[in-house]
């Protein structure tokens, strides 16, 4: 069974913080890329950021540059995506999805989804006064 389970969303103040976590099962996420997803009613799921197996290479959007941070602890096999300096365009449903190995470092990262793997229900990051 092969599944993630996305969760530490909620309500935050413009310039707040939230620690978002990526959970696995299934599967070992040590040898696993994640990729940050985000999606909000009526526009596209863009990417957000990615890791590399071991963490030691990462990428992120530019619009979120300098205030995210993707981390991974693979002993507890998860993913964590922390969110600082929030504001109202980060409003979304954030989730995470296995990425092809290798494709982190890359400008089109978001494009290698793991096939045969499938989108999980998300974490709704709310970010409002």
């Known amino acids: 069974q092969l599944h993630l389970v996305e969760s530490g969303g909620g309500l935050v103040l413009p310039g707040g913080s939230l620690r978002l976590s990526c959970a696995g099962s299934?599967?070992?996420?040590?040898?696993?890329?994640i990729g940050w997803f985000r999606q909000t009613p009526g526009k596209e799921r863009e990417g957000v950021s990615c890791i590399s197996t071991r963490g030691y290479i990462t990428n992120y959007i530019d619009s979120v540059k300098g205030r995210f941070t993707i981390s991974r602890d693979n002993a507890k096999n998860t993913v964590y995506l922390q969110m600082n300096s929030l504001e109202p365009e980060d409003t979304a449903t954030y989730y995470c999805r296995r990425l092809s190995p290798g494709l982190c470092g890359s400008s089109r990262w978001y494009g290698g989804l793991w096939e045969g793997d499938s989108w999980g229900q998300g974490t709704k990051v709310i970010v409002s006064s």
């Open positions: 299934g599967f070992i996420l040590d040898s696993s890329t």
